[in-house]
């Protein structure tokens, strides 16, 4: 997994997740990233540390999906070019991707990792996975759309076709958090199916998280890759 550092104000502080697929190429949400600014981002791999550790590489591009929209989410992923290959080792070997015609049922158990909100105590600072389930897209997008029929929440996007949405269907209480985004959806332990986009509440019963759809771009990603 990569962590993706942003430059704030003169300070490197964890920023995104990633994910290594190439050894020049990481694999991000463009709504986390936000403006693709090169020399405010740089990557960490080999570390479970969001700090410290491992090794960091400065970027050469940053290519969001020319369809990406800020506000509704569509398109919601990015390839981030590293100036120099990674070291690959024991801590940094890059995932596989799943391609266009990738099986992901329903229930399906996969798992995501990140550095973000954990247990109210705050951003993590060391590297943590979850379990979960890949949730039927239609049941998705119909909850999603009651959510957005609420008074007060019509600002939250739709669920689109190339996104994948995750969770534990009606228990909750386990999956990705505020600031995991951009980081791994993993089946088998190598294979990235999705990127971890966005969400009502960590871990909602009744909400599922929504994710970007690997599978959906994985043509675009090799091109740009």
Known sequence: ?????????????????GTLITTTAVVGSASCVGAPDIHLWRTRLGSNSATSGG????????TPHPNYHWQLRDGNILVLKLVSPAPISNNIRPARIAGANY???DNLHVYVAGWGL??????SQQLRHADTRVVNHDLCTRRHAELRARPGFGHFPPVWPGDLCTGLLDVGGRGSCEFDYGGPVVH????????????YACGHPYYPTVNTRV???SNWIVSVS
């Open 188 to 199: 088998q332990r190598d294979i990235l199916v999705g990127v971890i986009g966005w969400n």
């Open 118 to 123: 954990y247990g109210g105590s705050g951003l």
């Open 215 to 217: 599978p959906h771009y």
């Open 103 to 105: 099986a992901l049922p």
């Open 55 to 62: 090794v960091t590489i400065n970027t050469a591009r940053m």
């Open 1 to 17: 997994m990569a962590n993706m550092n942003l430059n704030f104000g003169g300070v490197w502080r964890a920023g995104c997740g």
